[in-house]
């Protein structure tokens, strides 16, 4: 399976039309499997035509397709103590923090630029700051100008849930079919902890009443959105001390409601964000707590465990923000829509993935049928399409996959600094990443220089290049097999 | 009697904007303001001033 491949490079950066073409053409299906059933057996085929190209419902899409956030809601209806609306800083990286807040029709210049240069788009989403569902008309507004432009991308709102039964109609005419809804609590008590005020029905509410409105707002919406067929994403943010074992009960509450996805999502608390949490020392969990914690949830409704808390005006693949690239200064004040470039890599990864559906069936089943009780945390550091094929110095983050009994899944992601920026890498940052790898067996990446390499295996990190452009089950795989002294998978294609 | 809004403190987040019964508050040039012609201070309307109810930032919707 580790015969030749489209190089994903000459897929993401913006190239021309022809030069798509050629990609496309050189790339034909080294298997026989283009066509085969390339979905997960987990969900009906409905569900799957839902979220097969959108990043954060499907973990298989998410190698292939970027999303966009526009900020043009503001508002908000409620308070929460691990937001602090008054500042936004451009270097940070977490929700609900932008560079440019934008009207529905800048919104709409932007998605357009957006489209027209990144093949890979194909959500749209509104997440904050301020709340969708209450700053309602400018999030309608955006949706229907985008929609009509631009027909098959696909819209995602993102919401607090207070607000959410007034306008789930309305997201049911206009083809919203994902909805995030963030539930930390169904247990008001608890709720009182997190949230300080909500205003609803014209006016403010605090302590438990306010906690309790809201959580029988969002398990009224949830039920409409089910109720619809709209698929419903719960976001939880895992707040220790506070929330982290309730979220147990949060899981089967959601589950029992239709909800499609869980994602339990770390706090961010750092002081120098003013949050209440931040400033009251609250701290966040750490990643070994998050997975246990998730590993506790698997079994109730579906996990989602490659979220990467995006800032709320992100643009690109989950693992990555080109925003920056798109603010409103750099774009046209003009823009028309051209549909070749999406229409084009949509054909190439339509192929691409059939060989890398059946590459992953075959690498998994050999995990499954092997019988062994070992288990083998990997990290990969990928630019997308599934394969091996960052450099270590480049990565930015590595996907942390786990090989058991139970198959090879992604459980998560740690971040790192860049190693290698301007031709040398810096020890601190060498020790960071070994700090951020904690717990992980094995490292895969493209390349690797030696001098690094030899440093993290000097301090336990194991780590190599062999594997460089495979596809990530398939490297798995056989690092399982030689890991648990089993026969490795005979050489196919 | 009306009330304003300490732009220094305020988000712009718009939202006093779209619950003031009286249409008195609007973005002008970089900040939001209330005409203090038009504000109410929503008697008649709500028990208390809607702007200073939504507002999230302490003490950025207050008396004139
Ligand atoms: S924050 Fe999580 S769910 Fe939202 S776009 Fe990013 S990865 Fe997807
Ligand atoms: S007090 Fe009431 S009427 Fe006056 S600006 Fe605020 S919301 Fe509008
Ligand atoms: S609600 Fe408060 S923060 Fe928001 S725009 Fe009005 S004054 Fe500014």
Redesign the pocket.
């Known amino acids: 399976m580790s015969s030749p491949m489209i190089s994903l490079k000459s897929l993401t950066s913006t190239t021309t039309m022809n030069q798509l073409l050629a990609t496309a053409k050189s790339g034909a299906c080294a298997s026989s499997s283009c066509g085969s059933p390339a979905k997960p057996e987990d969900v009906d085929s409905a569900t799957w035509e839902k979220i097969k190209d959108h ?2 419902y499907s973990e298989e899409a998410h190698h292939y397709f970027a ?1 966009m ?1 526009v900020a043009v809601a503001p508002a908000c209806n409620i308070q929460c103590n691990y937001c602090n609306r008054k500042y936004d800083c451009a270097n940070e990286s977490r ?1 609900g923090v932008v560079s440019e807040r934008l009207t529905p029709d800048q919104a709409l210049r932007k998605v357009i630029a957006v489209a027209n240069e990144v093949p890979q788009l194909s959500v749209l ?1 509104i ?1 904050g700051p301020g709340d969708g569902c209450y700053d309602w008309k400018k999030t309608k507004a955006t949706f229907e100008r985008v929609a009509s432009e631009i027909p098959d991308i696909k819209l995602c709102l993102s919401t607090n849930g207070l607000a959410l039964p007034d306008h789930v109609d309305e997201l049911a005419d206009m083809n919203v079919d994902h909805v ?1 809804i963030t539930i930390n609590m169904v247990d008001p008590e608890i709720g009182a902890k997190i949230y300080p005020w909500i205003f609803h029905d014209h006016r403010r509410f605090t302590g438990l009443e306010a906690a309790k409105i809201l959580h029988e707002r969002q398990m009224l919406g949830l039920e409409m959105l089910t109720a619809r067929g709209i698929l419903t ?1 719960i976001n939880s943010v895992m707040i220790p001390g506070v929330n982290d074992e309730h979220l147990v009960e949060v899981n089967k509450w959601v589950k029992e409601r239709g909800a499609f996805l869980h ?1 339990v999502m770390p706090l961010i608390s750092d002081p120098v964000h003013g949050t209440y949490y931040g400033l009251t020392g609250q701290r966040g969990p750490r990643a070994v707590e998050l997975k246990t914690l998730q590993d506790r949830l698997d079994g109730g409704a579906r996990l989602m465990r ?5 800032r709320a005006d ?1 643009v690109g693949l ?1 693992g990555e923000d080109r925003g920056q690239e798109f603010t409103l200064d750099r774009i046209p004040g003009e823009v028309r829509y051209d549909a070749s470039k999406r229409e084009t890599y949509r054909e190439v990864v339509a192929r691409e993935r059939g060989d890398h559906v059946t590459a992953k069936s075959e690498a998994i089943g050999m995990v499954k049928a092997a019988g062994s009780s070992g288990l083998l945390l990997v990290a990969v550091a990928t630019k997308g399409g599934g394969r091996i094929n960052e450099h270590f110095g480049h990565a930015k983050e590595f996907q942390v996959y786990e090989a058991s009994a139970i198959g090879i899944n992604l459980v998560g992601h740690r971040k790192v600094e860049q190693y290698c920026r301007g031709g040398w890498g810096e020890e601190s940052t060498l020790d960071d990443v070994i700090a951020a790898l904690e717990g992980i067996d094995i490292l895969l990446c493209a390349k690797i220089g030696d001098c690094p390499k030899d440093q993290l295996t000097e301090a336990g990190v194991r780590v190599t290049d062999d594997y460089g452009y495979d596809y990530i089950e398939t490297a798995v795989s056989a690092l399982y097999a030689a890991e648990f002294g089993l026969e490795p998978l005979a050489a196919t294609a | 009697m009306a009330f304003r809004i300490i732009a220094s403190q305020c988000t712009q987040c718009g939202a006093c904007e779209f619950e003031c019964p009286s249409g008195a508050i609007k973005f002008k040039g970089e900040a939001y303001v209330i005409d203090p012609e038009k504000c109410t201070e929503c008697k008649g309307e709500f028990e208390l001033q809607q702007c200073a109810s939504v507002c999230p930032v302490p003490k950025t919707c207050i008396p004139a």
């Open positions: 990043p954060c999303r956030h929700p989403g997440a995030t994403k994602n490659h979220c990467r808390q995006c992100a989950l």
